[in-house]
Structure formats: structure tokens, C-alpha cells
């Protein structure tokens, strides 16, 4: 169904009030802050055997059309997907506009989706959905009953905005309706029947969601007070989301969830992402915490290490370091210095990590020149093309990887970082290059994986430290 069919339903949404039971989401509670758990996607389901080489494929795809439009963004230039299902991200004047703290952090793989989620509270009293933390977005959204045009399968009941008594649709007259062209980059559509703002939020994989902006009570964790809420409502949302609930933004924006507890907690946040897929039998745990708090080491953990968190003023919203150098095994690559100049993302919703061909060139051919002592060479899958006849499980010693930013902080990369078991006894390096025409370089979660990484965004700079979580 195309997105034209979305101006139907801007007149018949009516929304009620009723009572639902609290819930418990297994949250903590911190001074300063709230830390919740934190999953890969792999979490929901209880085996992976059966649909992994489905999730890997799809996985890819969605993470080279995220990749794209990134490129394209930073080039100023207009993105065309090359999804077959394209045609359904329609223009903004289709979609009934002017005319238009801590929680647990999972493994996405499991909602199909190679992501993390956590479990937040939305309503009075508090329902819990399964959403996924997105560093490169800004708007929040969850699908919502009716789903008037589209609803993909989820792992949690649908939220039911007529169940909250603390619901309401925000006009089209509201500051945070206002704020939807720069934190979505669409305009933001006008209900006739209701006057109520209607959003998009469309991503470089082609999947979108349109609804609602709506606000309501976010509860983190059941000890600690709620807090007001904008987020989107959504009736149509169609793409690559696996089982989610939808998304939950952490970017440097004003309607993210970030600068929304600001306020609350402080303009920080930290999290640590549980491995995934390569380590079948190690804690799918990490956490999401929020708040100032979480600038602080624990105690007998490493501490950690600072670089500057820079600003690009063509996406001022994602997160952009300075990339120095790169080693293996302890000595550094040999390309020139100005090879590492390239826009550097650090970005939660982006799995494999993209080096400027130059400096991907040197990595591939020093990690080979060591491995190939041992294993021999596999023909590449999809994006990865350096890969060797190996499980996982059969690798002893991996030539370790270090990135490095300004000021020295960086990732030391081991082989649960740096290897990925693609098929059975097929094992890649989990790096790829990214485009000669467009160069950028994005440090995904694949790399980022058990490390605590911190982002202190009110004094521009994001820290590394070793030994987050399993």
C-alpha cells in the first residue's frame, strides 16, 4: 500500500482514556541518571539457527542503504534507494500535510533486526515495548493502534493510545510540530478533521513510519517519576524494523529523547552493547543509561579515555569524531596521514563499520598477510570480502585491531569485535570499505560491542573504555 493511502486516515482517529496494569521492566534506578537493560535483538527469540543466514542477508542490505543515505547526506546530494520496494517512500506533500536513564540493551537479531533494544514505559498507567536505540535518529516512535493503514508484527501487544489516560495528539500549532522538518528532514503534515500534526520519519534503508505526533508519560523504570513525553504515534510504518516496537532516537537534536530528560537527568548518556551473534553462548546483557551519571567509570573498571565530539553542520545531529590511525597487531598502516580525513559517524543503527577505501585497503591487506599464515582464504559475502575457512570456534590467535581517535582514545578490536562467522566454517573480517565516490568512515556496533562508550554532549566529547559487559 503506498503512502497516498495515508491521507485517509488523518479523520478517524479518536482517542479515549482507560486504565491498564503497571508493568516492570527490570530497570535500575541511578542518583543522577536511570540505567536500563540493554539487548541485541537476538534476545527475543530463543534460537537462531533456523533464520541467521536470512538475518545476515537482510541485515546487510538494510545496513548498505543506511550507509547511502549517510553518504549522500553528507554530499548534499539526493538519496535513490535501491531497494525494490522504493517507490512506497512517496514525497512529503502524500502524507496529509500542508499539502504536504539505565535499561537493559539487547541483541536486535531476534526482532530481525541487527540492532539493540530496550524496554521503555509509555502511558498511565505504563505499558512496555521493545524499542530500538537509534544514535543516528531524533524522533521516537512506536506503532500504535488503530494502525489505520499498516502495522508490521511485533513482539509486544501494540500500544493502544485510548488505554492512557495521559494521552493526547499534539496540533498542528505546537513548537515540537514546528521542530519536525529538522528532526525528521520531512515536513510535517496537518490534520483537516482534527488540526492534529502529523509526522515522517523516513530512513536511507527505505523503511518509514507516519502518524501522530503525540505526547504522553515515559516511564524508564517503575521507581522513579515519569516524564513528559513527544513521540510519534504511528499508523503506517513499513520497512525493515524486524519484530520492534520502533525506534527510540538518541540523536543531538531537541526532540530526541536525550534532549527531552536533559533537563531530568543532564545531556549525557552512555551505553554498552552486549555481543551478538558471533558469541552464542555469552550474555546477551549490556545497558543504556542516561544521564550524567554515566560519565563515571564503576569502580575496578577501566577508565575511560576521551576525544572530541565534533559537529558536522550538514547533519548536526549524528555524532562525528576525528579518526587518526588504525594498527594491526601493533603497527599502524601504512597510508598517509590525510587518508583518515574523511566525516567520521560513530552510530548504534549502523552494524559493519566503513573505512575510506584507502585506509580499508591497508587494513584488508595487513589482517590477511597474518591470517593467511593459518586459514585459507574464502570467496567474499555481500559487503565483506575478507574472509577465511574457519569457524569461530576453530580461530586461535586473531591479529588484534586498534582504532584510534584524536587524543588517543580508541577500540581494541579482538577477534568478538573484529570476526564474524558468516556461514559455517566461513568467518569474515566484519569491516567493510565504503564508497570511493562519497569516502566516510562509520564505527558501527559491531565494533563497538562490550565496550562503554560515553557520550558527554553538553561538553562535546565521547569516551572508550574496555570491559563494559560481556
Known sequence: MTLFWF??????????????ELEDNGSRH????????????????????????????????????????????LANKEVVSSSSNSGTTA?????????????????????????????????????????????????????????????????????????????KALPCSTSQCSSLKASTLNAPG???????????????????????????????????????????CGQDNQGLFGKASGILGLANDKL????????????????????????????????LSIGTSSLTSPPSSSSYKFTPLLKNPKIPSLYFLDLTSITVAGKPLGVAASSYKVPTIIDSGTVISRLPVPVYTALKKAFVMIMSKKYEMAPGIAILDTCFKVSVKGLSKVPEIQIIFQGGAGLQLTAHNSLVEIEKGVTC??????????????????????????????????????????
Not at 541485541?40 to 541485515?59: E, R
Not at 498507567?125 to 521516537?140: E, Q, R, W
Not at 520519519?201 to 507516519?210: K, N, P, Q, R, V
Request: glycine share 8%; net charge positive; with cysteine.
Open 30 to 73: 541511578k542518583k543522577g541518571g536511570v540505567q536500563l537493560n540493554l539487548y541485541h535483538v537476538s534476545g527475543l527469540h530463543s534460537s537462531q539457527t533456523s533464520t541467521s543466514q536470512f538475518l545476515f542477508s537482510d541485515m546487510f542490505t538494510k545496513d548498505e542503504e543506511r550507509v547511502r543515505s549517510l553518504q549522500s547526506r
Open 91 to 167: 514525497s512529503s506533500d502524500k502524507v496529509g500535510g500542508p499539502k504536504l536513564v539505565t535499561t537493559p540493551l539487547k541483541s536486535g537479531l531476534s526482532i530481525g533486526s541487527g540492532n539493540y533494544y530496550a524496554k521503555i514505559g509509555l502511558g498511565t498507567p505504563a505499558k512496555y515495548f521493545s524499542m530500538i536505540v537509534d544514535t543516528g535518529s531524533s524522533l521516537s516512535w512506536l506503532q500504535c493502534q488503530p494502525c489505520i493503514i499498516y502495522c508490521h508484527v511485533q513482539v509486544d501487544p501494540i500500544f493502544n493510545p485510548t488505554t492512557s489516560k495521559t494521552y
Open 429 to 470: 573480517l566484519a569491516i567493510a570499505s565504503s564508497s570511493a565516490d562519497n569516502p566516510i568512515a562509520i564505527i558501527g556496533n559491531y565494533q563497538q560491542q562490550t565496550f562503554r562508550v560515553a557520550y558527554d554532549v553538553v561538553n562535546s566529547k565521547i569516551g572508550f573504555a574496555a570491559g563494559g559487559c560481556p
Open 256 to 287: 530526541s529523547l536525550l534532549s527531552q530528560l536533559s533537563d531530568k537527568y543532564g545531556h549525557a548518556f552512555s551505553y554498552c552493547l552486549p555481543t551478538s551473534f558471533s558469541s552464542p553462548n555469552s550474555s546477551k546483557e549490556g545497558f
Open 190 to 232: 496537518c490534520s483537516n478533521a482534527t488540526g492534529a500534526c502529523v509526522y515522517k520519519a523516513s530512513y536511507g534503508d527505505t523503511s518509514f513510519s507516519i502518524g501522530y505526533l503525540s505526547q504522553d508519560v515515559l516511564t524508564l523504570t517503575p521507581s522513579q517519576a515519569p516524564s513528559s513525553f513527544v513521540y510519534g
Open 7 to 20: 491521507l485517509v486516515f488523518s479523520a478517524h482517529l479518536a482517542l479515549a482514556t482507560s486504565l491498564v
